[in-house]
Nanobody
């Protein structure tokens, strides 16, 4: 059974930082190690948006949407099957429910496409407000 569990959300002031975690289980037993983890977010009344993505197998290839470049950093700990999203210089417009998702293979062409991901976590709320 594939499970993705997010944690680390919360309330933070503008300019602050949060680190989200996505603990992954069950994927390696299904296929090879070649899968990717993406972070998405959805604010009230808006469509789900792809934020960042990285392969769990291929070097350090990553994807970031333009609005978070230079502020967010995605990383992984393969030993813990965990992917992190370090979010710095947070802005009120970063407020959303953040989800991690998994797909087999890494392809920058679909890194931000929610329908390309087969497995999803339950989400964690991030609120940036003074």
């Amino acid at each position: 059974q594939v499970q993705l569990v997010e944690s680390g959300g919360g309330l933070v002031q503008p300019g602050g930082s949060l680190r989200l975690s996505c603990a992954v289980s069950g994927l390696r037993s299904l296929r090879s190690d070649d899968y990717a983890i993406g972070w998405f977010r959805q604010a009230p009344g808006k469509e789900r948006e792809g934020v960042s993505c990285m392969s769990m197998n291929e070097g350090s290839t990553t994807y970031y949407t333009d609005s978070v470049k230079g502020r967010f950093i995605i990383s992984r700990d393969n030993a813990k099957n965990t992917v992190y999203l370090q979010m710095n210089s947070l802005k009120p417009e970063d407020t959303a429910v953040y989800y991690c998702a998994a797909r087999f293979g890494f392809d920058t062409r679909v890194a931000a496409t929610s329908t390309a991901y087969a497995y999803w976590g339950q989400g964690t709320q991030v609120t940036v407000s003074s």
